[in-house]
């Protein structure tokens, strides 16, 4: 099986980096048990959220949230370093194709993209604004234009089949580092709009590194790196407990009436089950 895979490179001063996240967002959607758009929609937050994770330091993390009046209510996804989770508000939601293609924006609606991100050493930052089109990556790229004064371009592409099983995920990103040549933006910005769809792309089975020669065709393509990336959530057990125990006596006696208490991640659609014992324990 082919690996999920985040590959950085820079070409004459523009920072590109692509990634394949077919294996990770297949994962998602069955824990969740999306439906097609549900798939789509968490697929390509969740691949956006690691694109932005990349141009972050070491252990820190960036949330984002896409808020609109649509039936799928909310699409959240947060990631750090090479991992990332993320759920929908509405995992069934279900509406015509549009033009042919699940209709993302139909299913967020009007609304606004909330980015946090939380930083190493300072409070974390929240920035928002409001959405474009609802389709995630022209989100993506506004917000950051706007609320960040980055101009960058952000592709990202969920394929699902019929049968609701995600085929290709992954997206690129590509953002003008302070100082670069003008000509090379305008021979990128010619290049995207040369390339095929990056669901496309993936398809037909190339790989991250070959997305960022493509898009770098005729310039000089640097490769940084690349690192596996993958579905993680951060919850367990015992953090469960730990948030239990902030719970006055009050409050855990009152969970402790009954037989078992169910804890549920919306992150992962994992579910935790406590005893009453294990409950009424926590009391201090
Ligand atoms: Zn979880």
Redesign the pocket.
Known sequence: MKQDILTKGTVEGVRIYALDTTNLVREACEKHKTSHLASAALGRAMTGALLLAATMKDAERIGLRFKGDGPIEEVVADAEGDSVRGYVGNPDVFLSLNEGKLDVGGAIGRGTITVTRYLKNANPFTGYCDLVDGEIANDITNYLYTSEQTPSSVALGVLVNKDGVVEVAGGYFIQALPGCDEAVLEALDHNVRMTPYVSQLLELGYTPEKIIQILGKGLDVNILESYPVKFK?R?SRDAVLKTLLTLSDADIESLGEDDETEVH?H??N?RYIFTKEEILNLRK
Request: charged residues 15%.
């Open positions: 959530c919850c991640c992150f992962c994992e």
